[in-house]
């Protein structure tokens, strides 16, 4: 008997319902894991510094970089707005620069794949479509989104839009061809069954293809991520002129270690809850897919 996602834009009954796979660690266990890596690598870093090998002024161990917490805070504000200078606005100035940045992330992610599902759909269903889009296409694919921020600038000027659009680049190519991609690969046993059950096209697509090719989406979107956090940096430092991007910016004109680090810690944060966010809508979203195993585990 072949079984087809034809239920998922439903409840799954209880027998259907996802198993966590055996040795699948739990939240308790991943965030204790989680907790020893990073620590560790705190360690080995706090152990250079104590044996020498690692410069304080350009190598600040973390004790270092997160101790002078009020001094540090002092260069983010609560405005976006370019060219006012940062004060001493506290911890609300990190939280509302960290909403900024992340907003802009939010944005291009979502308009570049909803962008990328409907371009890809389009190219795979349409053949006059594909014809002429998928050339072009594949020409702009291999370019660099960094190298998209000078057309940025000049098409929106300078504010958020050209860091939003370099997040949307990024994502935008890679959903498209994904799509395409996974199109091409449903298992037409899954087609077939549907038919023989009645579903109309809309049904055939919205519950079969469509779930079909969601896992792939999914982990497309998740391999991108890290792409868009990067690319938002330059745009911000360059095109916007606020955010932690420009944040990193002063910080490398003034030679400050300490800001440099402790700007990269909160990145790194906030890279880390954005996938660890993802990971938990996937778990739960796709609840059809069985846990893999991995090759040889």
Known sequence: MVAIPFIA?????????RVPAAGSPSFLGSLG????SIGLFAGLWEFAWAVGWAD???????????S???????YFSNSNRIGVAASGSGLGGLLATALYTTLRVVAGLALGFTAGLAVGALVHYVRIARNLLMPTILLLTPISPVAWLPVAIFLFGIGNVPAVFLVFITIFFAIVLSTAAQLENVPR???NVARIMGASHHQLFWRVVFPSILPGLFMTLRLNLFAAWMVVLIAEA????SGLGQITSVARSTFNAQLTFFTMAVIGVLGFSFDWSLRQVQRRLLWWTAPA????R
């Open 9 to 17: 834009g439903r409840k799954p009954p209880a027998r259907l319902a």
């Open 33 to 36: 894991w989680a907790v020893l």
């Open 56 to 66: 304080p002024l350009l190598l600040p161990p973390p004790h270092m970089f997160l």
């Open 68 to 74: 002078n917490f009020d001094r540090t805070l002092s």
């Open 189 to 191: 046993s899954y087609l």
């Open 238 to 241: 360059v095109g916007v002129g």
């Open 293 to 296: 195993a991995g090759a040889g």
